[in-house]
Each structure stands twice: as structure tokens, then as C-alpha cells.
């Protein structure tokens, strides 16, 4: 128990970031119209890539001897990229279709 | 230079938030996504140029920059080359490589730990790491590791690859592989450093499995709202990285797609008439009546 509480008061701006952010998500897209669920799926796929920093950091700390951290942090960064670029550029063409109908 | 770090951080997680927000207005979405899209690039360029570790700044700058453009070129040409009616399962790929991401990151940081505890005499685990910091590597590696093998197999099912896969008691066994899973991953805490990364293999295997098996029995009607239950859960994997690294945009950026990719999950449900559990345990009902029709 004292250790739940110490790990909260450690890290209390991260926990208030937290439950803020379930509140703002939840908020956001609450009134999305039906059309819109898949490019949001893929908007909101292309935004977690924002893991991608984690991998940088892991990448550009790594020691030049070690290359477990290196090799599996060029395939972090490789995919984490994959999933930024991809995730933008497959949602941007959704929305264009959409445009088109109209 | 940290301080410039820090508004570049504050300004990504904004365009986030309004990025989101834009897309769920058919008048607004694309320019959302381009927001969002510049936050990324600026949240990305600061924290290559400008982050600092303990006042070192990073290295290995070629090999950051050739995987980005090597991701940058192979995204780029599968998203604008893909057809229409095949976007979803794209999607869902891409999905399942930020998992992956996240599932690595998580990897490589446990790696740390392991090999700057392990030449310490037989003391356990628990006693080097604080349970905050593993919590945040081990709750990464799961959940990536779920979110990559679920997001690859909805990718299989819906470019046709691989079949609905049913057995008896698929839904047990799922259920005993989750639990050895949370096992593991307590063993794992609680065992000598020499030999920590014994259970913690174990684990990320077992999670991998358990993601194979929880989207295996699911329909492939269903499979959007899969690929969009499992973007909620690779955002939450994304969230974990921000509570290791104290990263704010990646906390922010992880737990809004979480929460909203959730909401976004119960949302698709409805609108097919379904409810979340109809569709993952549904497969059971399918194969029941299935069953019953060939007698």
C-alpha cells in the first residue's frame, strides 16, 4: 500500500496527465458521425506513433558496443517511422477520397 | 536547449489534441490530420537534435537517420500505393508496427537493466529496479507485443491470408495464456538479476501467443473494430514509453488515442448493432450454431 502511494506522489503530474487525458479523449470524439470512424481510427493510429521518440531515445543512447540495443533499436526506429509516415499518409488519402464525393 | 525540448513536446501533444479533435468533423478532418502530422515532425526533430541524457546529447545519428528514411520511404510507397478497399488492413499494419515499436523499446530497456544488475551477487529484481519503472517496461512489452501479433493477424484475415481459426475451449485457453502471462511477468520481478531475463522472454513470448489467439476466433466482418480495440492498445503501450522516459508528448499522445480509440471501439460496435462482447466472444456463438446446423 505505501508503495501504490509513494509511486503516486512521485509521479502526481503524470497520474493528473493521465486521467485529464481519458476525460479530453473521450470528450473529443464523442459526437464523430459514423462516416468518419475509419479515418479517425487511422488518424488516431498515426498520432501513438508518437512512440517513435521513445525509439530515437533508445537508438541515439545506445553504446556503440552493444549490439543487441542497436540492432533492435534501428528496427524500433524503422518501425516506429513506418507507422508515423504510413498512418498520416494512408489517413490523408481516406479524407481525400471523401472530398471527391462531395 | 532542454527548455526549447519542452515547448516542441507541449506544442506536439497540443496538435494532438486539436488534431483529434478536427478529424471528427468531416469539414475539418484533413487539415486535423495535417496538424497533428506537423506536431509529429516538430515533436520528432526536437527530441533527434535537442534531447539530452544526463547533459550527453544523443549519438548514433546515422543510424537514426538511415531507419527514418528507410520507414519514411516503405510507408510513404505502401500508403499511396495501396487500394482503397484494402486502407483498413494497412492500417491495421501500421498499428501493429508501432506496437512492435513500443514492444522493442521496452525490450532494450529491460536489456539495461539486466545487464547493469546481473554482476551483482544473487540479489532479486525487485530490489534494484523500483516497481514504477518496471511496471512501465513490462506493461510496454505486453502490451506492444499483444498489439503487434493481434494487428498482424487482423492484417492476415483481411487481405485474406488467414482463416477464422475456432477450437473447444478457445476462450479457456486464452484466458489461462493471459494469466501466465501476468505470472511471468510478476516472476519476473521477483527473481535473481542473474536470471531475469529467463521469465521476461517467457513473457513476451506468451504475450505474443495470447495476441495470436484473442483476434484468431474473430470474424472478419468484425475485424475494424479488432484493429481499433488494438490502436487503443498500442497508444497505451505509447503511454507506458512516456512514463519511462518521462516524456509528456508521448504520455498525452498515448493515453488520448487510448481513451479515444476505446470510445472510438465502443462506438463502431454500435453503429453495426453489436455489442464489444458480442463481437469478442462472438465467435463462440457462431461456431455453436454452426455446429448445430450440420446435425
Redesign the interface.
Known amino acids: 500500500m505505501q508503495a501504490v502511494i509513494n509511486f503516486l506522489h512521485e509521479n502526481i503530474e503524470a497520474v493528473y496527465i493521465v486521467i485529464l487525458m481519458i476525460f479530453l479523449g473521450i470528450e473529443i470524439i464523442g459526437r464523430v458521425p459514423s462516416v468518419l470512424h475509419t479515418p479517425l481510427m487511422s488518424g488516431a493510429n498515426a498520432i501513438h506513433g508518437v512512440v517513435i521518440i521513445g525509439a530515437i531515445i533508445v537508438m541515439g543512447k545506445a553504446e556503440s558496443g552493444n549490439y543487441i540495443a542497436l540492432i533492435l533499436g534501428f528496427l524500433a526506429v524503422v518501425l516506429g517511422t513506418l507507422n508515423v509516415v504510413g498512418g498520416f499518409v494512408v489517413t490523408d488519402r481516406m479524407l481525400e477520397m471523401f472530398k471527391k464525393k462531395k | 536547449m532542454s527548455g526549447i525540448l519542452s515547448i516542441c513536446y507541449l506544442v ?1 501533444s497540443v496538435t ?2 486539436l ?3 478536427m ?4 469539414a475539418t ?2 487539415k ?3 496538424i ?2 506537423g506536431g ?1 515532425i516538430i ?2 526533430l526536437g ?2 537534435f535537442l ?1 539530452e ?1 544526463d547533459g ?6 546515422p ?2 537517420f ?3 528514411i ?3 520511404i ?3 510507397l ?3 500505393k ?1 487500394k ?1 478497399t484494402a ?2 488492413e ?2 491495421s ?3 501493429g ?2 506496437g ?3 514492444a ?2 521496452s ?3 529491460f ?2 537493466l539486466f545487464r547493469e544488475n546481473k554482476m551483482f551477487d544473487s540479489t532479486f529484481f525487485s530490489h534494484v529496479v523500483p ?2 519503472h518496471y511496471l512501465a517496461i513490462i506493461a510496454g512489452t505486453i502490451i506492444g507485443s499483444i498489439s503487434f501479433a493481434g494487428s498482424v493477424i487482423a492484417w492476415g484475415k483481411l487481405n485474406g491470408k488467414i482463416k477464422d481459426f475456432t477450437f473447444k475451449g478457445q476462450h479457456l485457453f486464452n484466458l489461462v495464456v493471459f494469466a501466465l502471462v501476468i505470472f511471468f511477468a510478476i516472476y519476473t520481478y521477483q527473481s535473481d538479476v542473474k536470471v531475469a531475463n529467463i521469465p521476461f522472454f517467457i513473457t513476451v513470448a506468451l504475450a505474443l501467443l495470447y495476441g495470436v489467439f484473442f483476434v484468431l476466433p474473430i470474424g472478419g466482418a468484425d475485424m ?1 473494430v479488432v ?2 480495440l488494438l ?2 492498445f ?2 497505451v ?3 507506458c ?21 476505446t ?2 471501439t465502443i ?2 460496435c454500435r ?1 453495426m448493432n453489436r455489442s464489444l462482447k458480442n463481437v469478442l466472444i462472438g465467435s463462440f456463438g457462431g461456431t455453436a450454431k454452426s455446429a448445430v446446423g450440420a446435425k
Not at chain 2, 550527453?56 to 545519428?61: D, I, S, T, V
Not at chain 2, 514509453?241 to 480509440?261: R, S
Open positions: 506536439a494532438f489534441i488534431g483529434l479533435k478529424l471528427s468533423n468531416p478532418a484533413r486535423g490530420n495535417l497533428a502530422a509529429m515533436a520528432i527530441t533527434i534531447y541524457n550527453k546529447k544523443l549519438g548514433n545519428y543510424w537514426i538511415s531507419a527514418i528507410i520507414g519514411t516503405i510507408g510513404t505502401a500508403a499511396k495501396v482503397m486502407m483498413p494497412l492500417v499494419f501500421f498499428n508496427m508501432g512492435a515499436c513500443a522493442l523499446i525490450i532494450i530497456e536489456d539495461y516497481v514504477g475494424p484493429i481499433s490502436n487503443s498500442t497508444g503501450a505509447a503511454a514509453g512516456g512514463f519511462l522516459y518521462n516524456n509528456k508528448a508521448m504520455l498525452t499522445g498515448g493515453i488520448l488515442v487510448g481513451a479515444a480509440g470510445l472510438l462506438l463502431m453503429a
